[in-house]
């Protein structure tokens, strides 16, 4: 079991790993997509009174469902590839490791609640700038923390398999090049 102590700093952790991955390169897949979705949303909902409302809520939803299958599809390749480090030997699922997932997802579940309650405080006082900021965060973060573990699975695969699948090289080469041209852009400056 994990001290008390730790709890906010693995939680918080993985949302700061997150961000600061190969630079913040996932922030920038968030943040070119995380406009679409609330407007496809809003689309859909176009005749539906307190959409407002509605549409933070279903963001979140449809974020964290996402979220939820690949982090159980994470979790589980992460013990096959542990269980198949340890050579089959007994002792190979760590408690530590098991509670630290759970403060993963918790620390996720969390943002995610505080990111909601401010969209809808901005929806109520009908603050449109707040609001959409907010909701664009919803969505931002879904999105990176999603693509933070499919980078996880990858690198699960590639300690059970020797390699990774081509889909996830591919992400990975795409977050690299990411991260080149912003530190192209930091070291210009």
């Known amino acids: 079991m994990i001290p008390t102590s730790q709890v906010a700093a693995i939680a918080l952790g993985f949302i700061k790993k997150t961000f600061t991955f190969h630079n913040g390169a996932l922030i920038v897949p968030a943040v070119t997509v995380s406009p679409v979705f609330p407007e496809l949303i809003d689309k859909i909902m176009a005749n539906t009174t307190h959409k407002d409302l509605a549409i933070p809520v279903l963001s979140a939803g449809v974020g964290l469902l996402c979220y939820l299958v690949i982090f159980g599809t994470d979790f589980i390749t992460g013990l096959r590839a542990s269980k198949f480090e340890a050579k089959g030997a007994p002792g190979y699922i760590k408690s ?94």
């Open 96 to 189: 530590d490791k098991l509670w630290s997932s759970f403060w993963k997802l918790f620390g996720v579940l969390l943002v995610l609640m505080f990111l909601i309650m401010f969209c809808l405080l901005f929806a109520f006082i009908d603050n449109d700038f707040f609001y959409s900021a907010f909701l664009y965060g919803i969505v931002g973060l879904m999105i990176m923390v999603c693509l933070f573990d499919l980078h996880s699975i990858g690198e699960n695969h590639k300690r059970r398999y020797g390699t990774k699948p081509p889909h996830y090289e591919f992400l990975d080469r795409v977050i690299k090049k990411i991260d080149e041209k912003i530190m192209q852009k930091i070291t210009s400056l």
